[in-house]
């Protein structure tokens, strides 16, 4: 596991992640349920032109997601007054050398997991905590954390202001994980080659 110390949403960071895939869209290359995703071959042709231009494209950013990042500082003061902890902030994280894929935690504690935090809108939350666990939709993020990390454990944790907390310990899936892995792998080498045929084309 190899960690880069760097502010999140710096020029720093964005660099670290052009033209690789990230567990925040693992989705977009196998489903919760574990298929291979519709996205995929969109989500590679994204990220292969990212690779090529040094650029990447504004992603879609509303009102909702601008109050969530203002709260992220306060959710995470938050978790470590629950649990007695620091949470350490990282840039990204790489699996080994290779570096053709990552992750971004929201948060480290001492290095032995990790911590997945949400500042959804008051229904999401609710919809949370009625249906309890780990949202459907985050298995592939989550289970890719634990991946890159090797780590054990990753928290999710939702938080809105005056609703209840939904906390989830998550642990590994290796099922999920191993197919997570094959289909990453064949990923990342389709994203190769379809980067080596558009710089033949410079």
Known sequence: MIIIECDQYSDEYWQHKLGKPSSSNFGKILTPTGSISKQA????YELAAEAVTGKRED???NNHMEKGLEREEESRKLYEFLF??????????YP????????SPDGLINREYGLEMKNPISKTQVS????G???LKYKPQVQGSLMITGF?????????????LHIVECERDEKYIKLLKEAVDEFVDGLEKVVEKLKEKK
């Open 41 to 44: 071959k969109g989500y590679m």
């Open 59 to 61: 992603s879609y950013y």
């Open 84 to 93: 007695d902890v620091e949470v350490e902030e990282v840039g990204v994280v």
């Open 96 to 103: 080994d050398e290779r570096k053709d894929r990552l992750c």
């Open 128 to 131: 949370y905590l009625v249906d």
């Open 133 to 135: 666990g780990l949202p």
């Open 152 to 164: 054990d454990r990753w928290d999710f944790y939702s938080h809105y202001p005056g609703l209840p």
